[in-house]
């Protein structure tokens, strides 16, 4: 690679190094230089793009959409490949089926709750669950881009203060009805489940185990932070460096 | 993903997205009440058909799309009453921010950018989109896609240069 190659390359995704092109920069100092002058203005342009948003956007939204409950038909024909909200007759049988799915979840739901001892056996075993549910999550091998991440964290009002490394999966789900910012770090020993819950405060700091796993819940400036790795993996590197990376935004 | 009912469901979607989607938006009309139109006629389009989002990992490209079909509806519906307008003639809504004078050269300089390559680098920075996705969500290659982020940062530069104080200006040409 010369330094032509390497500058056409970053250029196009300053935030992600391929190891080619962090060899050539280690070897040469000039593109060194570039590249971070290039870090920089990267930082400057990301600045730059995140224009104010409306702080009432979001309660317009769903004032506008609690308005439109009557007028669901006239999409499906604007909008093909969008299936527009079935009839109410429909939607009345689907309530039924839905209902009772809902209760049956509960009674199973009830009935595991009476197995358990305390509240932090319960987050344990939720955490687990979800994670469990994005299993494919753990599997995945190459680091994501640091965009991808600091995109998941910022949609849940955390910023990123480093750079998180060996992040395989970010995604922004929702627990407890609060949306999370759910990050998979890969380690020697296995993956590590990140479950950051800003918006969420579950009380005292706890570490608990269930099935396989390990869970570890840690406290931030405003919400929680859950960890879930194997019960061999030692997870206070990853806390530690997790703990280190963000910082909750004001909320 | 554990959701409840269709009300969470549609209110997690807006907490998630409703601020990348507004600056994306802004992005693509710079105009910030028609970016402000275009995202709640989004969700009010996402709202009407959130029955048939199967899966809510793809839920941003499906808002994302939703958004560039209604842009594209606004300019059909107002085909008529555009005419071309040179970059430097358009208005100024710089001030309206309190932004730094760095950033502020550089939001005009976004503006100037022709949409073929401000569209690329706002989906990479403001969405977290990979060039893949960007080359999916604009229905082109991804090589096209590795071209037009180059050059949209190349044209950065260009428009910044001749003063080393400022962020762009730096580069060496490539």
Not at chain 2, 115 to 138: C, F, N
Request: charged share 25%; aromatic share 8%; with cysteine.
């Amino acid at each position: 690679m010369n330094c032509l190659e390497f500058r056409r390359v970053v250029l196009e995704e300053p935030q992600q190094l391929p190891p080619a092109l962090s060899e050539h920069k280690q070897q040469c100092k000039d593109c060194q230089r570039y590249y971070t002058q290039l870090q920089e203005q990267e930082a400057l342009l990301m600045e730059a793009l995140a224009v104010p948003v409306p702080e009432d956007l979001a309660a317009k939204i769903m004032l506008q959409c609690s308005f439109d409950q009557t007028a669901d038909q006239e999409v499906s024909e604007a909008e093909p490949k969008i299936v527009p909200l079935k009839s109410k007759s429909k939607t009345f049988r689907q309530f039924i089926g839905g209902f009772a799915v809902a209760a049956s979840v509960m009674m199973g739901v009830v009935f595991w709750q009476a197995h358990l001892n305390s509240e932090q056996q319960q987050l344990t075993e939720m955490f687990v669950q979800h994670m469990e549910h994005e299993a494919h999550s753990l599997v995945l091998e190459e680091p994501i881009s640091v965009g991808r991440v600091g995109f998941t964290l910022n949609n849940v009002g955390i910023k990123p203060m480093a750079e998180l490394a060996n992040v395989t999966y970010a995604a922004n789900c929702v627990i407890e009805d609060k949306m999370v910012a759910h990050l998979v770090v890969k380690t020697d020993q296995g993956p590590v489940t990140v479950l950051l819950m800003p918006h969420k405060q579950f009380g005292d700091e706890f570490a608990e185990e269930a099935k396989q796993w390990q869970v570890a819940l840690t406290n931030m400036k405003q919400g929680s932070v859950a960890f879930i790795g194997p019960k061999s993996l030692n997870l206070e590197p990853i806390q530690q460096q997790v703990m280190q990376s963000v910082d909750v935004l004001q909320i | 993903m554990y959701m409840k009912n269709k009300d969470q469901q549609f209110q997690a979607l807006v907490e998630a997205y409703h601020k990348p989607l507004y600056r994306y938006a802004y992005w693509l009309t710079s105009d910030e009440s028609v970016a402000e139109d275009l995202v709640q006629e989004t969700f009010m389009r996402a709202w009407r058909a959130l029955d048939s989002l199967q899966n809510v990992e793809a839920a941003k490209s499906w808002l994302i799309t939703i958004l560039r079909r209604e842009n594209a509806r606004r300019f059909q519906r107002k085909s008529l009453e555009y005419t071309d307008i040179e970059a430097d003639e358009l208005p100024d809504n710089s001030g309206h921010y309190a932004f730094s004078t760095n950033l502020e050269a550089l939001r005009n300089c976004m503006g100037r950018l022709s949409e073929k390559y401000r569209e690329p680098i706002v989906m990479q920075l403001v969405l977290g989109y990979s060039q893949d996705e960007i080359a999916q969500a604009l229905d082109i290659p991804a090589n096209t896609v590795a071209t037009r982020l180059r050059r949209a940062r190349q044209q950065l530069q260009a428009m910044l240069g001749g003063n080393d104080e400022q962020g762009y200006s730096r580069g060496v040409g490539v």
